[in-house]
């Protein structure tokens, strides 16, 4: 009968602790290299430097992580070219900018990519 009385009224589920790779929807591989990339708002401060070079750290299928001499802004929509590397082809991809944070070597860019659109 004591146990009873000592029972808490209601049981929480235990938290659940995640790092930030096991949220992810696609694994993340280390990637090096410049990306030339077109700011595509029509914003003044995209307007006046619409052109830059982005240093790639890492690449999934959902997007990507990069270092930037210039800030952008969260959701700024942006266009990013990876150039031809050996036999494989270049390719291009639309993205928004998830995140956008100072570092010691300018600013680190989290950048989530479009999804494709289903084939008709």
């Excluded at 070219?81 to 270049?90: A, I, S």
Aim: aromatic share 6%; charged share 25%.
């Amino acid at each position: 009968m004591v146990a009873v009385l000592k029972m808490p009224t209601r049981i929480a589920p235990e938290p659940i602790h995640q790092s930030w790779e096991e949220r992810r929807n696609f694994p993340r591989k280390d990637a090096a290299g410049p990306l030339e990339s077109h700011r595509l708002d029509h914003t003044i401060e995209a307007r006046q430097e619409p052109r830059l070079t982005l240093y790639l750290r890492d690449l999934s299928l959902g997007g990507l992580s990069a270092l930037s001499a210039t800030p952008l802004s969260r959701g700024e929509r942006v266009a990013v070219f990876f150039p031809q590397e050996g036999t494989r082809g270049g390719w291009d991809a639309l993205g928004r900018v998830v995140r956008c944070e100072r570092s010691s070597m300018g600013y680190r860019i989290a950048m989530e990519f479009d999804p494709l659109p289903a084939a008709a």
